[in-house]
Structures are given as C-alpha cells and as structure tokens.
C-alpha cells in the first residue's frame, strides 16, 4: 500500500512526577485506519478520550518497557475492553500487545496484583500478548525492535517503517548502540530527554547526547519528550541544536505531527 496517511499525537509528554501539561509517557501513531498505541502511561485513556479517540479503537500496544510510569493505564484499558464485552454487550475487534522478553508474563503478574486475571482472560484471544524479537510486518507498516539500555529492565526502542517513512521512538534509554542503531536516518525521532546538558545519567538521555546522536545518524526531526520538571526552564531545543542542525521540537501533550 503507498501514500499511507501518518500521524503521531503525543499523549503524554511526562514520566513519573507527570503534571496537567505533561501526562505519563504515551504516544499515539495512526496508519490511515489503524490506531497504533506506544507506551500507557498516567492519563492515556483520559488524553485519548480527550481528543475524542475511543480507547477501545486501538489496534496495537507496543511497550517500550515495563516500568510503571509507561505502563500505568495498560490493565484499565483492558478493563474498558472487558466490561464492553461482558456488561454491554459490544463487539471489539482483537487487539494485540507486543514488548520486550517477559511481556506475557509481566501482564500476567498485573492481571493478578489488580485481581482482574479472570475478567481479562475471559477476553480469550481477542487480547494477545507477544514478545517481539525481531522485525515484523503489519497492514501497511513494519516495527523493528532494538534492545537498549535502560538500568535492568528489558527495554526496547522501536522503528516503525511505513512506505519509506520512518518514525522511531526511544522509550527510555541510555546513550548506547541500539538506539543510534535505531534512529539512523528517521523522519521523525522521538527521543527520550530526561535531562539537560551538564547532567550525565546513565540511564537517560541529555540534550547533548541527543544532539550528537541525532547528527550522526542524519535524523530529519527530533521531538524532545519524557520531559522532567527540572528541565521546564530550560532550552532544551537550542541546547540540542548545538551539536545538531535538522528540526528540533519539544514535545507537548496533545501535539500533532504528520509525518
């Protein structure tokens, strides 16, 4: 299929001390008629059903990683999906849910910390739940996963293809070959930006690291998000565009990009 229609929507722009402005980390992509969801983190169902998208329309969920702040709002969408099924008696298409090694038994282990297991396995194979180890094609689209490094969790950036376009999403990672692995020549790059330059943390990204790295892969756009309050006063776009002279944006909740 050519000439796809894409857009990403930032749901949220956050991490863990999210606020009104910077929901938790949640990114919206749209294929022509598919809804694909990156990461649920605080506020995901809230954002969606702000921008008028009900969130039982999503087709995909990939996980970058399985820490909460990127994860919190995963069980009360499925919960969503069960109560359609069970109280109201509504059809939903099948949804499928993909993320680094241990994804099954992850939502496992949330099932039954929120006693929910047997409302949501009663959803049967209209819910699955997958480990993507390698490159994968969809209607219309491909995903790539590149392992990176993010302290002791599996965690995944992924490279969505779609009719020579290019879109790739961190998660959270550190300055390491998998996400410069993955970001070479994006259109649009959506980069972990934890932190301002001066700060070396090696679990997330600074806006040096980003620069540096958006330059040698030969990004198109990069779109600073994971935004932490530490770095609300600062430039981050300039300090980026220091070491790198494409496109720099910083990620707002409910922000469009076409790409």
Same mark, same amino acid.
């Given at each position: 299929m050519k000439n796809n229609k894409i857009k990403i929507t930032i749901l949220g722009s956050g991490s863990?001390?999210?606020?009104?402005?910077?929901?938790?980390?949640?990114?919206?992509?749209?294929?022509?008629?598919?809804?694909?969801?990156?990461?649920?983190?605080?506020?995901?169902?809230?954002?969606?059903?702000?921008?008028?998208? /009900?969130?039982? *329309?999503?087709?995909? %969920?990939?996980?970058?990683?399985?820490?909460? &702040?990127?994860?919190?709002e995963l069980v009360p969408l499925l919960m969503r999906l069960y109560l359609k099924i069970a109280i109201y008696n509504i059809k939903i298409s099948p949804k499928e849910i993909y993320g680094p090694k241990g994804t099954p038994a992850f939502i496992e282990t949330l099932k039954g910390a929120y006693y929910h297991k047997k409302h949501i396995d009663s959803m049967g194979e209209q819910i699955r739940y997958r480990e993507l180890e390698d490159k994968k094609s969809f209607e219309g689209f491909s995903v790539t996963p590149f392992s990176v490094q993010h302290l002791d969790v599996p965690s995944y950036a992924y490279r969505f293809e779609i009719d020579g376009k290019t879109v790739v999403f961190?998660? /959270?990672?550190? *300055?390491?070959?998998? %996400?410069?692995?993955?970001?070479?020549?994006? &259109?649009?790059?959506i980069a972990d930006c934890s932190f301002h330059k001066g700060i070396d943390v090696p679990v997330h990204l600074n806006t040096k690291q980003i620069g540096t790295m958006a330059k040698e892969a030969k990004v198109k756009k990069v779109i600073l998000s994971h935004l932490l309050p530490s770095g609300y006063?600062?430039?981050?776009?300039?300090?980026?565009?220091?070491?790198?002279?494409?496109?720099?944006?910083?990620a707002r909740d409910k922000m469009e990009i076409e790409v």
């Open positions: 863990f001390p999210s606020d009104l402005e910077h929901y938790g980390p949640s990114y919206l992509l749209e294929i022509n008629d598919k809804r694909v969801l990156v990461d649920c983190g605080m506020g995901t169902n809230f954002r969606l059903i702000d921008l008028g998208i /009900d969130p039982d *329309d999503i087709d995909y %969920i990939f996980l970058t990683h399985f820490h909460s &702040d990127h994860t919190t961190s998660g /959270d990672t550190s *300055d390491c070959e998998g %996400i410069k692995k993955a970001a070479k020549d994006a &259109d649009v790059f006063d600062k430039d981050l776009v300039s300090e980026v565009k220091e070491t790198f002279d494409g496109e720099v944006v910083l």
